[in-house]
């Protein structure tokens, strides 16, 4: 799904990864930490969605894009006509539009639990967590019929072969599980406290020198 063109209707190619080992994080969280040198990922919470010697991809899933709701974007990309814009804020006005990451900010990714699939075009993550980047998914959202938790997220984060590693290994990030409900919480301002809480991490206390969870 891209926010300008049908294009986006292809599943995004970082999804093509072959997953595979003992050490990748699919399914988990990255918290990123106070000693984080990229200012754009400050206080960021990730979702991996996909890991491996190749390289990774995530979804920052606590922050809000700018200046769009799910219902406006639905008008936008004519997945629904401007006519049902009150039946759409009345069903997904709820549902948060998150700026995903840096890399390709016009397309669509949804985040989605497990009763909803399209095939071929759905990644099964890990714990009843998907993702589906095709325009089918924001089509059976809008009429009723889609997943019963979603989040859509514009563009996403991306790492090469190693760079992953040589961040958490620098004290950039903390990787620990992921809570799926946590996930979709509407709250997107408590999620990064919330998910180091969760793992029996103080905020006020974090420092540049913590390690793994």
Request: charged share 20%; glycine share 8%.
């Amino acid at each position: 799904m891209s926010a300008a063109s049908s294009q986006a209707e292809k599943a995004a190619s970082p999804l093509r990864t072959e997953l595979s080992g003992p050490h990748f994080l699919d399914g988990q969280f990255l918290v990123a930490m106070p000693g984080m040198a990229d200012e754009r990922f400050a206080r960021s919470l990730i979702y991996i969605c996909a890991h491996s010697a190749d390289g990774a991809m995530g979804i920052i899933v606590n922050k809000a894009a700018t200046d769009i709701s799910m219902p406006d974007l639905l008008v936008q990309l004519d997945v629904a006509p401007e006519a049902d814009a009150i039946r759409l804020r009345e069903r997904v006005g709820h549902m948060p539009v998150l700026m995903g990451g840096p890399v390709e900010g016009r397309r669509g990714f949804v985040l989605h639990s497990d009763d909803f699939h399209i095939q071929q075009s759905t990644l099964i993550i890990d714990d009843g967590i998907c993702l589906t980047a095709t325009v089918e998914i924001l089509r059976a959202i809008a009429s009723g019929e889609g997943p019963a938790s979603a989040v859509l997220a514009l563009g996403y984060a991306g790492w090469q072969a190693g760079q992953l590693e040589s961040e958490i290994m620098a004290n950039g990030w903390l990787n620990c599980p992921a809570d799926p409900a946590l996930i979709f919480n509407a709250d997107l301002d408590a999620k990064y406290d919330l998910a180091l809480r969760a793992n029996g991490i103080d905020p006020a206390m974090l420092s540049m020198t913590a390690g793994r969870a």
